[in-house]
Antibody
Framework: EVQLLESGGGLVQPGGSLRLSCAAS????????MSWVRQAPGKGLEWVSA????????FYADSVKGRFTISRDNSKNTLYLQMNGLRAEDTAVYYC?????????????????WGQGTLVTVSS | EIVMTQSPVTLSVSSGERATLSCRAS??????LAWYQQKPGQAPRLLIY???TRATGIPARFTGSGSGTEFTLTITSLQSEDFAVYYC??????????FGGGTKVEIK
């Protein structure tokens, strides 16, 4: 069974840092691009960041560019999101998601499956 | 950035009836569109990709259609477990993947 288990969320002050982890199991981790998607309380979904299978290519939403860093350790089947300079508007549940590359495409299409999410709260 | 607009925001439907959800893109996304279902307190689940292909294990009462800028998710004969929030997502514009604001399907 494919599983994605996030950890590392919590309460942090504005300007602070946090590192999220996502432990993957049940599939060959190093053959899938991975991503983070977040959801502010009571709001919709927002794509945050993506990383290629070998970690050599990374992509970010404009809202987090320069503050967040995505990485992966294929030897540990783990995805990370280093979040620096956190703001109140970064408060959200952060989901680890496996990216599916459609046939005839070279980048992520849809997300399947999703982890259960980890809550990040930025507040003083 | 491609803006995805879903309507209505809330849809009240009785069990056993049909629900029709709309998703509109601000510019063409071809058939590069996915639908997700999210129940309270749960992560989203993939329903449809490629605008009309059901994901593994998704019942046949879920049907996706459309291309370009206009898309529809139809749920025939709503079951109790179908009451949830539904999101569309375009993947035509990389890496600026965007989601719609969601449609909540509630019991009438």
């Amino acid at each position: 069974e494919v599983q994605l288990l996030e950890s590392g969320g919590g309460l942090v002050q504005p300007g602070g840092s946090l590192r999220l982890s996502c432990a993957a199991s049940g599939f060959t981790f190093n053959t899938y691009a991975m991503s983070w998607v977040r959801q502010a309380p009571g709001k919709g979904l927002e794509w945050v960041s993506a990383i290629s299978t070998d970690g050599g290519a990374t992509f970010y939403a404009d809202s987090v560019k320069g503050r967040f860093t995505i990485s992966r350790d294929n030897s540990k089947n783990t995805l990370y999101l280093q979040m620096n300079g956190l703001r109140a508007e970064d408060t959200a549940v952060y989901y680890c998601v496996r990216g599916v590359v459609p046939p005839a495409m070279t980048r992520i299409g849809w997300f399947d499956p999703w982890g259960q999410g980890t809550l990040v709260t930025v507040s003083s | 950035e491609i803006v995805m607009t879903q309507s209505p925001v809330t849809l009240s439907v009785s069990s056993g009836e049909r629900a029709t959800l709309s998703c509109r893109a601000s510019q063409s996304v071809s058939s590069n569109l996915a639908w997700y279902q999210q129940k309270p307190g749960q992560a989203p689940r993939l329903l449809i990709y490629g605008a009309s292909t059901r994901a593994t294990g998704i019942p046949a009462r879920f049907t996706g259609s459309g291309s370009g800028t206009e898309f529809t998710l139809t749920i025939t004969s709503l079951q109790s477990e179908d009451f949830a929030v539904y999101y569309c997502q375009q993947y035509n514009d990389w890496p600026a993947l965007t989601f719609g604001g969601g449609t909540k399907v509630e019991i009438k």
